[in-house]
């Protein structure tokens, strides 16, 4: 069942975003990727994680930009207590999630166990990079949005 609910395609009315989502697993350093830069307008989604509208916390990521432009996630910073982030799934069901909100946090001081600890809840996380950019070691920080479910219902044919 985990995979027939799996994501597909991810809307977010409030900063204009819509865009497919693609499953990512682990990196060798055990750390979650990030969808090809060829894609920036994709958008990642934790495989080995909960599947967004089931219980836990699911996670999905995307590139803020990259050399040759702006990605999906540029104004995730934008996005407003309350704002709706809509995940269709291949289960054909609609996981309508409201942000509860936006945090901005450096490298060295990101809270793994707030972001990625489980909920018993159905959470989301939407994470992409933030802070200073500098081509040595890339953004300095994560923004991280938190939401909950509010509704999972069928989607109309």
């Known amino acids: 069942p985990q995979e027939r609910a799996r994501p597909v ?6 900063i204009f975003i819509e865009a497919p989502v693609t499953p990512l697993g682990l990196d060798r350093k055990g750390q979650l990727g990030a969808p090809p830069l ?8 934790h495989r080995h994680g909960p599947s967004p509208g089931d219980a836990g916390t699911a996670v ?3 590139h803020r930009d990259t050399a ?3 990605a999906i996630f540029l104004n995730l910073k934008m996005l407003r207590r309350g704002d ?3 995940v269709t799934r291949a289960d054909r069901r609609i996981a309508v999630f409201t942000v509860d909100e936006v945090q901005t946090y450096t490298k060295d001081k990101f809270p793994n166990r707030k972001v990625y600890g489980h909920s018993s809840r159905a959470e989301l996380r939407l994470i ?3 802070g200073r950019f500098d081509k040595k070691h890339g953004y ?3 923004v991280v949005v938190f939401a909950h479910l509010a509704s999972l219902k069928k989607h109309a044919a």
């Open 128 to 130: 992409t990079c933030g």
């Open 84 to 86: 709706a982030v809509k």
């Open 140 to 142: 300095s920080a994560n």
């Open 38 to 45: 060829s894609t920036p307008m994709t958008v990642g989604w």
């Open 68 to 70: 040759t432009g702006p």
């Open 60 to 62: 999905l990521v995307g």
């Open 9 to 14: 395609k991810v809307a977010v009315p409030a």
